[in-house]
């Protein structure tokens, strides 16, 4: 399985991104994926994930009201919109694919065995 990030970039705080994951590989739209970020000396985070099929989906408390998670099947690629940016919110953010989810989307990176390789969201204050 591989997973590649893009859409990131500079916004202004308040602003908008959204990020887009594409998934490749054996049974692609059959796994759970999941976004995480990590800002400069902090350890990764979990951010939003979602089950192989979109029927269910978790958010970080800090996303929630804010980021929102999707998932086109057909287009094996899933989806985090970020509205109401804010300064914390400056990070690399990177795409994870869970190939044993099941209903449930996991939030632990343990779970997660394939990752992309981030894409950087930048915003000023």
């Known amino acids: 399985v591989h997973v590649t990030e893009s859409g990131g970039g500079w916004v202004q705080a308040g602003g908008s991104l959204r990020l887009s994951c594409a998934a490749s590989g054996q049974s692609s739209s059959n796994i759970g994926l999941g976004w995480f970020r990590q800002a400069p000396g902090k350890e990764r985070e979990f951010v939003a994930a979602i089950t192989y099929n979109g029927g269910s989906s978790a958010l970080a408390d800090s996303a929630k009201g804010r980021f929102a998670i999707s998932r086109d099947n057909a287009k094996n690629t899933v989806y985090l919109q970020m509205n109401s940016l804010k300064p914390e919110d400056t990070a690399v953010y990177y795409c994870?694919?869970?190939?044993?989810?099941?209903?449930?989307?996991?939030?632990?990176?343990?779970?997660?065995?394939?990752w992309g390789q981030g894409t950087q969201v930048t915003v000023s204050s």
């Open positions: 994870a694919a869970d190939i044993a989810a099941g209903i449930f989307p996991r939030q632990s990176r343990q779970y997660y065995g394939y």
